[in-house]
């Protein structure tokens, strides 16, 4: 009967109050509303009501409030809406109204004993989130479990490190659901707290904290766990969450992974970036099965264990910038048939397999920025869907660095970046590239014109004028001055043969392209597998032209040579057209005689 009759009073005690107010005093921002309840329409704190009643209070550095009581009994202090008390208020007795409706407090930088004393004249169940953005090792003394039982938010976010003992403060919280500390310098406690059951979300960031307490591991309501820039280096409490879903972990000091075995099934983001992990198993993160995201940039890690992604059948995104692999084979991919991105930038590649990105069936960003590759690897091919492909910042930097059965089947790519690479010869392949590809057309003119082939070949303005010769679009403008009149008149006139020898041979590989896709693929592979496609190497006669064999310390070796091939060539064409007629002319003398 008792719990009913207050159950009733409490449900109408809520309906029926809600004092809606923002009052300034004594160095204290308070507002209260809600949306029935609300503030007059001129405040700019208007914005803060929500449906139920609640109040926000923020302490300021001009917190005034007396810490004892002088002289005669004062009255109980009244908060005004938006008319200032300047009646003394006494810390331990702010009166604060609205009595039922959740506080939400922060804490600024205000005198220390004065707000010691103000929160300790708070302690009300209502409480629900106190945050510090100033802290002192005088609040170390309250116990906030005590003080604030319904406390759910508790973050101490400053700018610079601090010193501070939560072992007697935040122990007894039973309800906590979102802890936060920035720049705090502390160390869990040993024994469990009760807030175990309720804990959602913790974020630790720069701290000297060196271990998560055991106990944590059990917490069934933990969804994510977010630590930066600790001196951390064991995950086993963490990789023993059962039901975390997001692990941010970068730039701590976290070490091996080899024993761990990370158990939630719900885990969809894991961010282990900038940490010492040199190496993991295949078993790792074998029980992730709905994984979406995992980056491992900037871990010393040297090789990948066998098939380590097996069971990570939706991973999206797989990070492995900034590691320490050298080779990649297909057995590392194996079962990421969902990874739409591959990010391995600048890692020191030495052998990539032909058929390693073959498990890759969706991806469609591979990004290979500085690797120090020299060629652009066969492996690139096997994916379907790729859309884009970064080679920037590599050592691309012959016309064989970009082979012509592989750019044959990036010729539908929306993307392919290969600035900052030292090319010195015009790749043929470049040719390869669909007419109708507009953007990547555009691209590789654009990137070809920052790279040393631009100037170091001459003929390389008049091949992109040629090509795009009988194109509407303002991609011809880019090109429009390198005319054939010019061309000719700077003795460049070689560079059409050039160029139209360059199309003859590429004709074999265009059949490629205009069976692009996985189909042709297929049909390369079998063709590669029954006889070699003929390659351009520097010492076949034919390819001369294509790509002559230059110093690189004397840039203008080559030029001259080119000169010179050019003459000869057109010497011998005049010779021969010479004899032709001359013979012709014989043969007409022989006929008109016989
Ligand atoms: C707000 O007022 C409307 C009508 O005035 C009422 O229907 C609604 O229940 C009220 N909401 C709350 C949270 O009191
Ligand atoms: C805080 O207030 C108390 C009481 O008014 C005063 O004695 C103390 O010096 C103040 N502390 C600081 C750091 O200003
Ligand atoms: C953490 O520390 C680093 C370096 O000391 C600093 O650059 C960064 O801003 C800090 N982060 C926060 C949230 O204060
Ligand atoms: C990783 O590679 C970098 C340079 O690529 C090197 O300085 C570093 O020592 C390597 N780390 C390990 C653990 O091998
Ligand atoms: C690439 O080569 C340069 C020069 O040898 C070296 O400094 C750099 O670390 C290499 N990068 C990678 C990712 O191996
Ligand atoms: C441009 O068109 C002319 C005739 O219309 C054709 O002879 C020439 O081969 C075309 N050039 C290119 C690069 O397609
Ligand atoms: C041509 O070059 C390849 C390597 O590029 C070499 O293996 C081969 O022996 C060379 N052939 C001749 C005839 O020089």
């Known amino acids: 009967m008792w719990e009913l009759s207050l159950a009733i009073f409490g449900l109408f005690g809520l309906a029926r109050s809600c004092d809606p107010l923002h009052a300034q005093a ?74 039922d409706a959740p506080y939400t407090i922060v804490i600024e930088n205000s005198n220390e004993s004065l707000t010691h004393s103000f929160l300790l004249g708070s302690c009300s169940k209502t409480v629900t989130s ?39 403060s935040l122990r ?68 023993q969450l059962p039901a975390v879903k997001s692990l941010k972990l970068s730039h701590n000091l976290i ?15 894991v961010d282990l970036s900038y940490n010492q992990i040199t190496s993991f198993a295949s078993h790792t993160f074998s029980k992730c ?20 992604f097996a069971k990570n059948i939706k991973l999206k995104w797989l990070k492995l910038s900034r590691t320490n692999i050298t080779t990649l084979t297909p057995d590392h991919f194996y079962g990421l048939n969902a990874l739409k991105t591959l990010s391995l930038s600048r890692m020191p590649i030495q052998s990539i397999s032909p058929y390693s990105f073959v ?49 044959a089947m990036l010729s539908g790519l929306s993307q392919l970046r290969i600035e900052g690479n030292p090319l010195t010869e015009f790749p043929a392949s470049f040719l ?29 303005p008049y091949y992109w004028s040629m090509h795009l010769a009988n194109r509407t679009n303002n991609l011809k403008s880019f090109v429009n001055q390198y005319s054939e009149m010019r061309m000719l008149k700077s003795g460049l006139g070689y560079c059409k043969e050039q160029y139209d020898w360059m199309l003859e041979q590429m004709e074999v590989y265009r059949e490629l392209e205009k069976n692009s896709g996985c189909y042709s693929l297929r049909r390369l592979r079998s063709s590669l597998s029954s006889k070699p496609v003929p390659k351009i190497s520097k010492n076949s006669t034919n390819s001369l032209i294509l790509s002559i064999p230059h110093d690189l310390s004397s ?24 004899m032709c007629s001359i013979m012709a002319c014989r043969m007409e003398k022989g006929v008109d005689s016989v």
């Open 26 to 99: 004594h160095g204290i921002n308070l507002v209260c509303c809600s949306l029935n309840h609300s503030l007059t329409p001129s405040c700019e704190f208007s914005s803060l009501c929500q449906e139920t009643c609640s109040c926000f209070l923020t302490i300021t550095r001009d917190l005034d409030c007396k810490l004892e009581l002088l002289g005669s009994a004062n009255e109980p202090y009244k908060w005004l809406d938006h008319k200032p008390n300047s009646l003394p208020m006494i810390c331990r007795q702010p009166n604060l109204p609205n009595p």
């Open 130 to 168: 106190l945050t510090f953005q100033h802290y002192h090792k005088l609040y170390d003394s309250i116990d906030f479990g005590e003080c604030f039982p319904r406390l759910a938010s508790f973050q101490v976010v400053l700018l610079q490190r601090t010193k501070a003992n939560f072992h007697g």
């Open 172 to 239: 007894n919280l039973k309800n906590l659901k979102v802890l936060s500390l920035v720049n705090v310098d502390f160390d869990f406690w040993l024994q469990p707290s009760p807030f175990i059951n309720t804990i959602t979300y913790i974020h630790i960031e720069n701290s000297s904290i060196t271990e998560l307490p055991k106990w944590l591991s059990t917490s069934k309501s933990l969804s994510t766990v977010y630590l930066k820039g600790t001196s951390i280096s064991s995950l086993t409490p963490v990789a």
């Open 255 to 269: 070490e091996n992974l080899h024993r761990l075995l990370f158990v939630s099934p719900f885990l969809i983001h």
């Open 289 to 308: 099965i709905d994984l979406r995201v995992l980056d491992l940039t900037g871990n010393p890690i040297k090789m990948l264990p066998y098939k380590p």
């Open 359 to 407: 498990p890759l069936k969706s991806l469609r960003y591979l990004d290979m920025d500085s690797c120090n590759l020299t060629k652009i690897p066969q492996a690139v091919t096997a994916n379907c869907h790729l859309a884009r492909l970064n080679v920037a910042n590599n050592m691309l930097h012959r016309s064989s660095s970009m082979p012509p059965e592989v750019m």
């Open 432 to 460: 390869l590239i669909s007419r109708e590809n507009f953007r990547l057309l555009r691209q590789l003119l654009h990137s070809t014109m920052t790279l040393p082939v631009w100037l170091r070949e001459p003929c390389t």
């Open 555 to 578: 840039p203008a070796f080559h030029i001259p040579i080119l000169l010179l091939i050019s003459l000869c060539a057109n010497f011998l064409l005049l010779f021969s057209i010479l």
